[in-house]
């Protein structure tokens, strides 16, 4: 235990940057999306769409942002991250102040002053997404998956203090600063991923990318994903849900978080798609536990909670998965992210919508559940099938440039002519028992040569060994 905690501190001391941008945006998400400090006063009817729509304008607007950075970032050949990120702190703080205004003012001008503000956080919050996306991109998804499960508790922190040591007025002015440090942390954290290794931005035209069967797949899943988190959003927005109650969120999360964050330990042994599995259980768990003791508001409520952070961890997780596996880097990322705030977006509009036409669907939820977990199950089986497709087609055709890394690597770290050809097979993708059979031995000297080979290069997994001999063959390229 001691062991694993060490191991977990530094990796975040390595990168204490990223967790801290990364506790600035979900401490801010929490104060103003999750507690009463920015919630509309009882008032406001916002001309008869209601409180709830709210949630739906803030996520549309996300969506928006990112689709329209996915293009922009598509079609151009370098982006300027730190001009957007700039941009995006500006338009959430300004969003902010309106928000604040809005509480303030009389109904009439409130209402508007507060539904404008919300357009700008949404579009401020999307952006700043996308300039997240450049920096998680960068980094393992190993390391994605522990600073987010930590930033999770560290911005429950963060609302704590902003919601109980401060008073209304300084709550709303130190949220309308909180942009800009984290605008500063963020740029400070590019920089220094930016001196650590030159990044060489890539573009949905170079030849790094995956095939479109791949991204769809990756695109529905994720859409799934982010309707069946909209829709729990959906259920939480109805009555008694609809804000948290501080301690139990607070409680909720900080204890979420570091139960995520120790998790996080077996993924040396564990290939993403077990810890993708995993999750989704969790999220299935969740969701049809919401169900059941939907009679139960601070018990649904913490379900809730939980359900909606795997929900944020899985999207942000298999984002960077997929942007580090396929090379396509921040704009790989961002596709995945607007994928799940257009799903969220979708999965809102439709729980309240079924609101509206029935009145209530706490008779139907329990089958709403169990439909969107099948759904998740499907979108993911689709996925993987089309990821494995991919890996088998190209199996057969090796790379001359990770060839000639490999070779490299394998005289640097003395590798015998037996385990050179080994690491080759596994970088294909090949099983032990297919190894086995190319070489005419035994799985068992198989399974002992691999052992070696790994412990000579410093790698625990065949996608560890495929991102060493991947960063080599860049290396070389420079």
Not at 305 to 314: M, S
Not at 337 to 350: K, M, R
Request: a positive charge.
């Amino acid at each position: 235990m001691g062991k694993a905690l060490k191991a977990i501190l530094l990796e975040f001391e390595k990168h204490r940057l990223l967790l801290g941008a990364l506790v600035a945006f979900w401490g801010f998400h929490y104060v103003v999306f999750w507690s009463e400090a920015f919630a509309p006063l009882p008032s406001y009817s916002f001309w008869g769409i209601g409180g709830d729509a709210l949630w739906i304008v803030a996520v549309t607007c996300n969506a928006l942002a990112l689709g329209a950075f996915c293009l922009g970032a598509g079609r151009a050949s370098r982006v300027d991250f730190m001009r957007l990120s700039r941009a995006a702190a500006w338009l959430t703080a300004v969003g902010t102040a309106l928000l604040s205004c809005g509480l303030a003012c009389s109904r009439g001008m409130g209402e508007a002053a507060y539904f404008a503000g919300t357009m700008m956080l949404g579009f401020g919050t999307g952006l700043l997404m996308a300039c997240l996306s450049k920096v998680v991109s960068g980094v393992t998804p190993k390391t994605t998956y522990m600073c987010m499960a930590a930033s999770f508790a560290g911005g429950a922190l963060l609302d704590l203090v902003v919601t109980a040591a401060l008073v209304p007025l300084a709550a709303r002015m130190a949220m309308v600063a909180l942009p800009f440090a984290f605008c500063w942390v963020y740029r400070r954290e590019l920089v220094r991923q930016s001196a650590e290794k030159p990044q060489i931005e890539e573009t949905p035209s170079q030849p790094a990318e995956r095939p479109s069967f791949v991204l769809g797949s990756l695109t529905s899943l994720v859409v799934v994903i982010g309707l069946s988190a909209g829709l729990m959003r959906g259920v939480g927005l109805g009555d008694e849900l609809t804000f948290a109650e501080g301690p139990l969120f607070v409680g909720t999360v900080l204890v979420t978080g570091c139960v995520l964050v120790l998790f996080s330990q077996i993924s040396d042994n564990a290939k993403p798609t077990l810890l993708f599995q995993i999750v989704v259980i969790v999220i299935a768990g969740a969701f049809v536990a919401l169900a059941l003791v939907a009679h139960q508001p601070k018990v649904a409520f913490a379900l809730h909670t939980v359900g909606f952070l795997c929900f944020v961890l899985l999207v942000w997780f298999f984002c960077s998965y997929y942007a580090w596996s396929s090379g396509r880097g921040a704009w790989a990322f961002s596709v995945g992210l607007f994928a799940n705030q257009a799903g969220q977006a979708a999965g809102s509009f439709l729980c309240v919508a079924l609101v509206a036409l029935f009145g209530s669907i706490d008779s139907a939820l329990l089958y709403v559940s169990f439909g969107m977990v099948y759904l998740l199950f499907v979108a993911a089986l689709v996925y993987f099938s089309a990821a494995n497709r991919h890996r088998k087609s190209i199996s057969d055709a090796p790379d001359p440039l990770m060839d000639k890394a490999l070779d490299a690597i394998s005289k640097r770290c003395c590798l015998t002519p037996r385990e050179r050809e080994i690491a080759g097979l596994v970088m294909r993708g090949d099983s032990r028992s297919a190894i086995s059979e190319v070489l005419c031995v035994s799985q068992e000297t198989v399974k002992s040569h691999t052992k070696h080979l790994y412990q000579k290069l410093g790698v625990h997994s065949r996608d560890a060994l495929v991102r060493l001999v991947r960063n080599e063959a860049e290396d070389q390229m420079l």
